[in-house]
């Protein structure tokens, strides 16, 4: 499938060369900061469906093209339409970063530049963010009347705390990278130069685990912070049994005995 805002390709990582297990989705309207139109949400939503039914993708990078990773919504759709199609917008980029959450397998952002509105709320949606040290991070809604919309409000404060997340999103202000890393809103932060290698070397890493050990983990990971121990513990458990009763828990203790590592199958 062809993509007009998206470059899409697939890569070999440094422990599989022999196999393009990671995927690597580009936002590319560099023009306009890769800012997200109704297009861009439209293609990143069926681009994340053809990524999770090939099964040979164990990992996926969303970066951007140019000098931001997102600016955020495009203003010029922000306040167009009526209430019925303001709202439609909305929840189009509710669902597809819901889905980038809750995705079943590992996504990372390489945050290469600005990181702002709904460029923040699709970072904060990945598993984790490497971030260029020239990247910056900030919430500019209020500053036009209108307020993170598409998980800011939500997951922001997951990330970092009520309080930090009340100073970004209340006060619109911007901060650097070396923030965002102190704070707890990306991992890692690296030269512009190793930004791609670094992001494509964690894939890399995640692309040897076992698929239904990292699907389950994320899955209870995503809910973390809403649930007590006792409907964790029993996730957990079921989470357990599965992993348990799977050809790859027989691959990964063979592995590491036989100091080796594994090939999981995903079965």
Do not use: H
């Not at 309207?29 to 800012?35: E, G, K, M, T, V």
């Not at 500053?143 to 997340?165: F, T, Y």
């Amino acid at each position: 499938m062809g993509y007009e805002y998206l470059t899409y390709e697939k890569a070999a990582s440094f422990l599989t060369p022999e196999e393009e297990n990671i995927a690597i989705i580009t936002l590319n309207r560099p023009d306009a900061l890769n800012s997200l139109n109704k297009g861009i949400l439209a293609e990143l939503g069926n681009l994340l469906e053809e990524i999770r039914k090939d099964n040979k993708i164990r990992s996926v990078i969303i970066t951007g093209a140019g000098r931001a990773f997102s600016a955020g919504a495009d203003l010029s759709e922000a306040g167009s339409g009526d209430e019925t199609d303001m709202k439609a917008r909305m929840e189009l980029g509710q669902n597809v970063f819901d889905r980038i959450e809750t995705f079943d397998k590992p996504v990372i952002a390489a945050i290469n530049g600005y990181a702002l509105g709904g460029g923040l709320e699709l970072a904060a949606a990945c598993d984790m963010r490497i971030a260029s040290e020239k990247a910056s991070f900030g919430a500019p809604e209020v500053n036009i009347g209108l307020i993170p919309s598409w998980g800011g409000c939500v997951r922001v404060p997951k990330l970092i705390g009520k309080a930090k997340a009340a100073q970004i999103i209340l006060t619109g202000e911007r901060i650097d990278s070396k923030e965002a890393e102190k704070i707890g809103l990306v991992n890692k932060v690296v030269p512009p130069d190793e930004l791609q290698s670094t992001a494509a070397y964690l894939a890399g890493q995640l692309a040897t685990k076992a698929p239904i050990a990292v699907r389950l983990a994320k899955e209870i990971l995503s809910k973390a912070m809403e649930i007590g121990m006792e409907e964790g513990n029993k996730m957990m458990v079921e989470g357990g049994i599965t992993c348990a009763k799977s050809d790859d828990i027989i691959e990964g203790v063979a592995a590491f005995f036989e100091k080796r590592t594994p090939k999981f199958t995903g079965k």
